[in-house]
């Protein structure tokens, strides 16, 4: 059995990028007029100066980071709030990192809840960090100097706090293990515009409601590309040979022989792998197959595609390797070694993507 196959292999991403929802693990509300006031199990958090000019001030902090992977490069964060209840208008809003941790614990303001609870052991409050025995170095909280990122912050539905710079490195900090993660505390930018707003806390039962980071991040392979360009052959398959050709935008191989009746026959990559072509691992790409004709160092691809099988492509090194083709007309396994080499390409040189 021969065959005549064309390959276009596009550069193979080097990262996964991915999205993860996390859910807020613990929540509450600092009351500026009593340092005995928490909300720790409430289902309302409370953010602004009430009309009796009170500052509410909620905490948030998101433990379990553990959908994002070691080693992952955090690429865009967003912080998304929900809010159920609110008096006057948009409200500029910031978000700080705390400097010092707190506590969460079991009170639970009545009613709205816009008035707080008498604090329970464990909580935080607008003087003490966790009740009774940590205060705050500063009341309403210890927080850094720059903003994370801010929005304004209006009346009804989901608030989304932009991604930033300063937000991104600070949960690659959290994931990475080199800061600590304390959480974060909202604060509206005026102190003299009264309104005030009720969001939705992380006891709240429908889980889509609760505050959440939307964060994305890229995982980098662990396959290390290999520069192949050059004309490959398989010493035991006579009349065939493949010629490699990568440049910075795509890699294409060409394969040259005939079908099982003795037909040229031209097979197309019509996939993108996730991983890249290294060795030891396998990538495995679709198949399409088209008309055309060609030569081995000009060949002549046609567009008129149809799908064939796969391609299974593995490399011991970047001078011996093998090509398993399955489809339409058997399967074949060319077990390869490179004739020549691109001038100036060294076999060591990494694939360029």
């Known amino acids: 059995m021969r065959y005549l196959i064309v390959f276009f292999l596009m550069t193979q991403a080097a990262v996964a990028q991915t999205t993860v929802e996390i859910t807020a693990t613990r929540d509450t509300t600092l009351y500026s007029e009593s340092g005995n006031l928490s909300n720790g199990a409430g289902p309302n958090l409370f953010l602004g100066i009430t009309r009796l000019g009170d500052d509410r001030r909620p905490l948030i902090a998101f433990d379990d980071l553990s959908q994002i992977p070691s080693g992952a490069i955090i690429t865009s964060v967003e912080l998304q709030i929900r809010i159920n209840r609110a008096v006057g208008g948009a409200v500029s809003t910031s978000v700080f990192e705390l400097t010092q941790d707190w506590g969460e614990s079991t009170s639970n303001a009545p009613g709205a809840g816009g008035m707080g609870a008498t604090a329970e052991d464990g909580d935080a409050t607008w003087t003490t960090a966790v009740v009774p025995g940590t205060p705050w170095n500063t009341p309403g909280g210890d927080l850094a100097a720059t903003e994370l990122t801010s929005t304004p912050v209006g009346n009804s539905g989901f608030m989304v706090f932009p ?159 093998r090509f398993v083709l399955s489809g339409t007309d058997g399967s074949k396994t060319s077990n390869v070694i490179k004739l020549a080499g691109i001038a100036g390409t060294s076999c060591d040189e990494m694939m360029k993507r």
């Open 163 to 321: 991604s930033t710079p300063e937000l991104v490195n600070a949960v690659q900090g959290w994931v990475d293990g080199t800061a600590p993660n304390r959480g974060v505390i909202l604060r509206v930018n005026s102190t003299t515009t009264r309104q005030a707003k009720r969001l939705e806390s992380r006891e709240n039962p429908n889980a889509s409601a609760r505050p959440q980071l939307i964060v994305s991040y890229e995982q980098p392979t662990s396959v290390t590309p290999i520069a192949i360009s050059g004309l490959w052959f398989d010493p035991a398959l006579d009349g065939e040979g493949y010629n490699v050709i990568q440049s910075e935008g795509a890699t294409t191989i060409f394969f040259y022989g005939y079908d099982s009746e003795g037909n040229r026959l031209w097979l197309v990559t019509t996939s993108v792998p996730d991983e890249p072509i290294g060795v030891g691992n396998t990538v495995i790409f679709q198949l399409a197959e088209g008309g055309g004709d060609g030569t081995f160092d000009a060949p002549s691809p046609s567009t008129e595609l149809s799908p064939w099988g796969t391609l299974e492509v593995t490399m011991s090194s970047c001078t011996e390797g």
